[in-house]
């Protein structure tokens, strides 16, 4: 991409999105350290590293393949676009449940609650942690309509969606945030984070299941798409 092209992005997409991007990724986490009130957490720099990592290389994907994906994403911060019930089931699944997770499981590593997990279980739970991010940079990749909030994109010519992790479930990027949740407590070794993150899911599945339903009910083609496609999250349960 040419750097005329790049800084004509940049200006649709304004400067205060991609600030709020970069403090979310990157200082958000940070508060791992700050419950735990140390800095010598090993794999908790690890965690750190690969949502760091994984979110810029999710918007790197996104600029090569479909720039204009950005600037809906950018875009859907702004109050009129999405439905109105969406907009406190973000907040909740994609701000306040992550962050609950990381102060638990940092009080959890300072306080020493739970027993120690095992060095195996917790390199487990790292390897599905980055399937969970891969998912959901894969589901980004191949959904040219990939939105930040729940709306019906007649603007931009939306369509039906059947490619990539879509051909297996309905939903692969909250699939894929299904695993991270469930896995980022047992790699930070923390059991009592897991009492957040299952709050967490379960917001995720209310969303899913009313982004389902609009859908369903106003995107041409989607009903015919879910009678094939049968299953939201999990391939055989739902």
């Not at 019906?152 to 879509?166: E, L």
Request: charged letters at 15%.
């Amino acid at each position: 991409m040419s750097v005329d092209r790049s800084s004509g992005l940049l200006q649709r997409i304004g400067w205060r999105p991609v600030v709020q991007f970069v403090l979310f990724v990157v200082l958000l986490p940070c508060v791992l350290f700050l419950a735990a009130w140390r800095l010598d957490w090993p794999i908790a720099w690890v965690y750190v590293a690969l949502h760091i990592l994984s979110a810029f290389a999710s918007r790197l994907i996104a600029l090569r393949i479909n720039p204009e994906l950005l600037v809906e994403r950018a875009r859907s911060l702004d109050a009129e676009r999405g439905k109105s019930w969406d907009r406190p089931l973000v907040l909740l699944a994609a701000i306040i449940g992550p962050l609950a997770v990381w102060i638990v499981a940092g009080l959890d590593e300072r306080w020493s609650w739970s027993p120690d997990l095992s060095l195996p279980l917790q390199v487990a739970a790292l390897l599905l942690v980055l399937l969970g991010y891969a998912i959901g940079t894969w589901a980004m990749a191949a959904n040219a309509y990939f939105s930040g909030v729940v709306r019906i994109q007649d603007d931009r010519g939306q369509t039906v969606i059947q490619t990539g992790p879509y051909r297996f479930v309905r939903h692969p990027a909250y699939a894929g945030a299904l695993l991270c949740y469930l896995a980022m407590p047992v790699m930070l070794d923390s059991l009592w984070g897991l009492i957040p993150a299952v709050l967490t899911i379960a917001v995720v599945c209310l969303r899913t299941s009313l982004e389902d339903r609009t859908l369903i009910a106003e995107l041409p083609g989607y009903a015919d798409y879910a009678r094939r496609t049968r299953y939201r999250l999990i391939p055989g349960i739902w």
